[in-house]
């Protein structure tokens, strides 16, 4: 569904809020660099230091268990970015439309039982690593849709939410 048919149905489009899915392949392929070079070092210092006792066997875990943590996040951060490729949320005057992967989905404001901020992770460079903020919006049938902090202002998209839902003031034509 076109974004036109959906502003049919939704009322006037007001604002859009879009997944960095380029930023997820490029975090992932860093993770998965991290692990392929800690195992590359890691297996000959581990195939090395059989035999011994010496500060080589705590090397080699070590250098292995940087590979395996590498390989673990690279290969997550790149299965959620091909499900959620080219996510996008976009907010109308009486709804909302969830685009992800060619599909939209039409939500209405009554069809949306609550959104939830989390702050997530408070630590330096959270929101950098995709670990920070996350907002759920949960709809009465069941559904979530979960987006973090690859997607734009989702702080902004969360307060939309919340306002529509659970006080009633809907947002008013584009930017207002």
């Known amino acids: 569904m076109r974004r036109t048919e959906a502003?049919?149905?939704?009322?006037?489009?007001?604002?859009?809020?879009?997944?960095?899915?380029?930023?997820?392949?490029?975090?992932?392929?860093?993770?998965?660099?991290?692990?392929?070079?800690?195992?590359?070092?890691?297996?000959?210092?581990?195939?090395?230091?059989?035999?011994?006792?010496?500060?080589?066997?705590?090397?080699?875990?070590?250098?292995?268990?940087?590979?395996?943590?590498?390989?673990?996040?690279?290969?997550?951060?790149?299965?959620?970015?091909?499900?959620?490729?080219?996510?996008?949320?976009?907010?109308?005057?009486?709804g909302l439309t969830h685009r992800v992967a060619g599909t939209a989905t039409v939500i209405p404001w009554e069809e949306v039982a609550q959104v939830i901020m989390s702050g997530g992770d408070s630590r330096p460079l959270a929101d950098a690593r995709g670990m920070g903020s996350t907002c759920e919006i949960r709809l009465h049938n069941g559904r979530r849709i979960r987006v973090d902090t690859f997607t734009e202002d989702i702080g902004d998209l969360a307060a939309v939410v919340h306002r529509a839902v659970h006080l009633g003031q809907f947002p008013q034509g584009r930017g207002r």
């Open 7 to 94: 502003a049919k149905q939704l009322g006037r489009f007001v604002r859009e809020h879009r997944t960095d899915g380029a930023r997820r392949l490029r975090q992932a392929g860093i993770w998965i660099a991290v692990g392929a070079v800690g195992t590359a070092i890691g297996l000959p210092v581990a195939i090395a230091s059989v035999g011994t006792t010496e500060g080589a066997p705590g090397l080699a875990g070590l250098l292995l268990g940087v590979g395996l943590v590498g390989w673990g996040l690279g290969i997550w951060r790149l299965v959620q970015a091909f499900r959620t490729r080219e996510q996008c949320i976009d907010i109308h005057e009486r």
